[in-house]
């Protein structure tokens, strides 16, 4: 039993934008932080339209896109939060930052809430010290993209993660209609150990000219029946957050294999991140 009707996000890009409009389609109250004021009014403004398509598409009924809406708030205040069940930390992949908010987290809930992450790869036991005696509530509540149609939630306990914690969180992730999976605490979990050594590799099959990048996708696509290749998913998650992602292994597992291709870092250092810029390996107008 999870005892959540208040779900506190923190950082409204990509993943909290995602996260916050299945939880209000799921029946939740939203609260929705971030620092800017023009990523919450993007994310005001994709909601809308996002839940208009499915009215649209027929899956959903005007009425509860409507209500869905309405339980959706938007605020740059943290302590706009602090009445909220549970809260789920959403911003950049920065353990810094992440520990930060989590010391903060420990202070605004004291009544047994839920710390999450959807951290794709920091340590939780890591992002858990700086919430001292609260250790045991911070759990990893790892989201997929787009959240909207990824059933997955990667569920990972730290080492303090309490029974209950991981319990409630379990329930909270099928009550919003997902399919949640456990895993312990290693840098990467399952998912991104897995996955983004191959987009590691895909970068370096590009850079040493072994096929350009279309057909490096086109191979992975056509030949292992993967859904999208591995350079445009890299694209699709963020140039910046692969290479993020890539240091936490490398650094956390401590294997050379595991650094990020040059040529991942220095489309990074010129500005192209994937999608959400408009350009990264593949150009993505509008
Ligand atoms: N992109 C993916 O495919 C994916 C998948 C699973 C998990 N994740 C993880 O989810 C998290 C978010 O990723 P994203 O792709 O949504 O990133 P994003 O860059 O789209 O969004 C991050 C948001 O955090 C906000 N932010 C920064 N500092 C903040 C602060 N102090 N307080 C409140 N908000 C703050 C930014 O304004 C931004 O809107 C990261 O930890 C990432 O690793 C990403």
Redesign the pocket.
């Known amino acids: 039993m999870h005892n959540v009707k208040k779900i506190g996000i923190?950082?409204?890009?990509?993943?909290?934008g995602g996260i916050a409009q299945v939880g209000a389609v799921s029946g939740f109250e939203i609260r929705l932080?971030?620092?800017?004021a023009g990523?919450l009014d993007t994310c005001r403004g994709s909601h809308k339209k996002r839940l208009g398509r499915l009215v649209e598409k027929g899956t959903l009924s005007q009425d509860d896109a409507d209500a869905a809406l309405d339980r959706l708030t938007y605020t740059e205040r943290l302590d706009d939060l602090a009445d909220c069940d549970i809260v789920i930390e959403?911003?950049?992949?920065d353990a810094a930052?992440k520990k930060e908010?989590f010391q903060k987290f420990a202070a605004m809930f004291t009544h047994g809430q839920i710390l999450a992450t959807?951290?794709?790869?920091i340590s939780i036991t890591q992002i858990a010290t700086a919430a001292g005696d609260a250790a045991d509530r911070v759990i990893g509540m790892?989201?997929?993209?787009p959240v909207p149609v990824m059933k997955l939630v990667e569920v990972i306990k730290g080492l303090a993660t309490s029974q209950d914690t991981t319990s409630r969180t379990l329930a909270l992730a099928e009550a919003m209609g997902k399919t949640p999976v456990p895993a312990n605490d290693r840098a990467g979990f399952v998912s991104n150990r897995v996955l983004m050594p191959m987009i590691n590799e895909a970068f370096y099959a590009w850079m040493e000219g072994v096929a350009e990048p279309a057909h490096i996708d086109q191979i992975m696509t056509l030949g292992m029946a993967h859904p999208m290749g591995p350079l445009r998913l890299a694209d699709?998650?963020?140039l910046d957050?692969c290479v993020?992602?890539m240091d936490v292994l490398a650094d956390g597992l401590n294997r050379e294999h595991y650094r990020a291709c040059p040529l991942l870092k220095q489309l990074v250092t010129a500005g192209r991140l994937g999608d959400?810029a408009g350009r990264g390996v593949f150009d993505h107008p509008g």
């Open positions: 923190v950082g409204a890009g990509q993943m909290g932080q971030d620092t800017s990523v959403a911003v950049i992949e930052l908010l959807n951290t794709s790869s790892h989201f997929f993209n699709f998650i963020g957050t993020h992602i959400k």
